[in-house]
């Protein structure tokens, strides 16, 4: 490694130790085309995880930090430790088989508008289909959108490059000058969507996003908040109200807002409702009302 890696790899340790470990040395054993160096960012996990890994892994940076700052604060500690020319974001529950990073850079250095890109991205568990390769835009009311590819059979059909107009949060890449531009990932959303809201500055900043299928990332999805756990429910039921708060315009903006808070709202409480899910169904409206009054960040950067 050199003193100024190209690549600074950052990853949140939130009680998976194991999961982190793998990522260490799924990246050490195949990474061979660029330098980097890896930053391990303990989230204030039960066990001191951080100094855990220092000692199995002396040449990991590790961070522990005395509170849980969610996603984005967690890698904004990261950032500001990395030295690399390259930020790399990557969620601890990911691992490599191939090294595909220097296709990522190339991406990226092929013009000055690309910012960003994410690399395709399966899942790890068989049959290893297609978790990501780019996303549709969202929806300018509803705000909805969909992974490209989602489900699919990795066969060939998801491996031309193309823009994307957001990344995936679990591994992207970013130019440090991207940035210095528009700022650190915003803190206010702690878990969903601030990557998305990220990418949103981004190309709002000028900057293209992009999609490059050379360099595959396999993800073992979310093992920490579960499918239809109540800190699921409240954060993306609060953060997409935030993110069009902070991102919608005008009728856009309005319609939205009711949209979530009226009709959006209403189906999901009385599906869970129905089923006798109702800490689901309190976790819908306390991320109604806190997404509706919460002061959306001084601004957007």
């Known amino acids: 490694m050199t003193d100024r890696p190209q690549i600074s790899f950052i990853t949140i340790c939130y009680n998976g130790c194991n999961d982190t470990c793998e990522l260490i040395e799924s990246l050490k054993k195949n990474i061979h085309s660029v330098s980097y160096e890896i930053i391990v ?8 995880e951080a100094t855990v890994i220092s000692k199995c892994y002396p040449d990991v940076i590790t961070l522990r930090s005395k509170a849980n700052l969610g996603f984005s604060g967690g890698n904004n500690l ?41 690399p395709k991205i399966r899942f790890a568990f068989p049959p290893q289909n297609i978790q990501f390769s780019g996303f549709t835009p969202l929806t300018p009311i509803t705000l909805r959108n969909n992974p490209i590819g989602f489900g699919h059979i990795d066969d060939g ?9 957001y990344l995936h949060g679990a ?14 990932m915003p803190e206010i959303y702690f878990l969903y969507y601030e990557e998305m809201d990220w990418c949103t500055q981004m190309t709002n900043a000028g900057y293209e996003l992009w999609y490059e299928p050379r360099c595959t990332i396999f993800h073992k999805e ?11 429910t409240y954060y993306m ?19 939205s807002i ?31 009302v806190e997404g509706v009054f919460l002061t959306p960040s001084s601004s957007i950067k």
């Open 78 to 118: 990261g950032i500001h430790l990395a030295k690399g020319k390259y930020i790399f974001l990557i969620n601890n529950d990911t691992y490599i088989e191939t090294d595909g990073f220097r296709s990522l850079i190339e991406r990226l250095e092929s013009r000055p508008e690309i910012g960003a890109v994410s």
């Open 41 to 48: 960012v303990d989230n204030a996990s039960r066990v001191d």
């Open 237 to 255: 039921t609060r953060n997409r109200l935030l993110y069009a708060r902070r991102n919608r315009t005008g009728s856009h903006r309005l319609l």
């Open 171 to 184: 591994a992207m890449i970013i130019k440090r000058e991207v940035i210095e531009k528009v700022g650190l």
């Open 222 to 232: 979310s093992q920490s908040t579960g499918q239809l756990s109540k800190l699921r």
């Open 258 to 288: 009711l949209y979530q808070s009226t009709i959006a709202a209403g189906k999901n409480s009385l599906q869970f409702a129905l089923k006798g899910r109702f800490d689901l169904f309190f976790a819908v409206w306390k991320g109604i």
């Open 157 to 165: 059909r998801f491996d031309t490059p193309h823009p994307s107009p």
